[in-house]
């Protein structure tokens, strides 16, 4: 078990650039989930994947952001024409098929701090 | 809809000293509760968790939560205070949605004096 990555661990980019985040979960968790956290909140849901499969997607997450899991492993978020409300850390989780998913425990990644000049 | 109200956003308290964290949730299922911890610029890390088979959650670092329905609320206690106890803590409930997407409150940061 080595834990969640997420890479990379800071990303600093100039408004109207496009970003991506990678996220690789442990790896025999099916479920990856992406959530933003702004300074002094909570962390946020932004969407949820169940092997390759996008289930869930919060309001949150604005037609500038895309989240992918091809092949029901890694995962990455992308962001379109950054503005600069969206810096935030950005933080991945992961859990595993426990037979009753609603307290299975997320494990998170350590987060990419994103910073829009 | 589940929400969770975390009261005090910063709470002190001596090395030594009781630490109790305040979590109040809302729900209109039984709900899973989850207290989490986060060191600066790193992820959330799991205290423990409540699922109903006891009321009373022992988790790591000498930290424990008792959930009381009558009262809604998950509240996070350890004995003795430890300087390495600084953090932010957050509470956090799931429940039949899809998948186990987890609501957060909005955090109580730790701090303790030597």
């Known amino acids: 078990d080595t834990g969640v990555s997420q890479d990379p661990r800071h990303k600093i980019t100039k408004r109207g650039q496009n970003v991506t985040f990678r996220c690789d979960p442990i790896s025999e968790h099916n479920r990856l989930y992406w959530y933003r956290q702004t300074l002094g909140q909570g962390p946020e849901f932004l969407t949820y994947?169940?092997?390759?499969?996008?289930?869930?997607k919060s309001r949150l997450l604005s037609d500038r952001f895309s989240a992918e899991r091809p092949k029901g492993s890694f995962s990455t978020l992308e962001i379109q024409r950054t503005e600069q409300g969206d810096s935030a850390m950005y933080l991945c989780?992961?859990?595993?098929?426990?037979?009753?998913?609603?307290?299975?425990?997320?494990?998170f990644g350590n987060g990419t701090r994103l910073t829009v000049t | 809809a589940q929400s969770v109200t975390q009261l005090g956003s910063h709470v002190s308290v001596s090395e030594g000293a009781l630490v109790l964290l305040r979590c109040n949730y809302s729900s209109s299922v039984p709900p899973y509760l989850f207290w989490y911890v986060q060191y600066p610029n790193q992820g959330l890390q799991l205290l423990l968790k409540?699922?109903?088979?006891?009321?009373l959650v022992k988790g790591i670092n000498g930290f424990e939560a008792e959930f009381k329905k009558s009262e809604t609320s998950f509240h996070l206690t350890k004995p003795s205070a430890h300087m390495s106890d600084a953090a932010e803590y957050f509470c956090a409930v799931s429940g039949p949605n899809a998948g186990n997407m987890l609501t957060f409150g909005g955090g109580t940061r730790l701090m303790v004096k030597p």
């Open positions: 994947f169940q092997n390759e499969a996008q289930l869930e």
């Open positions: 989780a992961s859990s595993s098929p426990e037979v009753s998913s609603y307290n299975s425990p997320l494990h």
């Open positions: 409540y699922t109903s088979a006891a009321t």
